[in-house]
């Protein structure tokens, strides 16, 4: 199975992001706050927490236990990478936030980000298909071998992680000339 993440005891998908959340001290409620932090370096960035984000936070903190992939700087690359091949979230800011991710994986683990991006077009995502409250009593087992059930038939093709590369390396450039007008 593509999923990783080992559970010695069965607990349920309520249970699991509880203590997930306890783990990356993330605070009750931090998926409806106004606002939230990315930690770079030795600096707090405070965010606006979107729509958008609020919808998809759940499905992407689910992700990380169903893959293993750490609350880290790097698991959030290899995180993107997976998303990506399992099923993006559609809203096109989440689209834009997520493919920059995507790049700098790349360039720090290429054959990690590739395998992420693999392991991604074997499942599909949460985004796709959320869990519903009725499921938050289910065990993580279930729940991605339900996602594993519903996946496509797709193959993983490296053309389209290179063009997914591409695209997410446009979205980094592209301010750049901007700046170059402005100045």
Known sequence: APW???VSERKT?????????????????????RFWS?????????????????????AHDM???ITGYPCTMRGE???AAW??????????AAVMFCLPLIFIGFLFSPKESWLAFRRGREMTSLHRHP?????MQASLEEIA????SQRPVRKAHFGVFLAILCLSAATIMAPFPLLLVAF
């Open 145 to 148: 071998q339900d996602l594993e």
């Open 13 to 33: 998908i309520e249970q699991l992001w509880a203590d997930f959340r306890r783990e990356n001290k993330l605070p009750n409620g931090y998926a409806t706050a």
């Open 38 to 58: 990315v930690a770079l370096w030795h600096f707090n960035i405070f965010l606006p927490n979107f729509r958008w984000r609020q919808r998809a936070i759940i």
């Open 4 to 6: 990783r993440h080992q």
């Open 77 to 79: 690359c290899l995180i």
């Open 63 to 65: 992700h990380h236990l």
């Open 83 to 92: 998303e990506y091949g399992a099923g993006p979230c559609r809203h096109p």
């Open 131 to 135: 869990i519903h409250l009725s499921q």
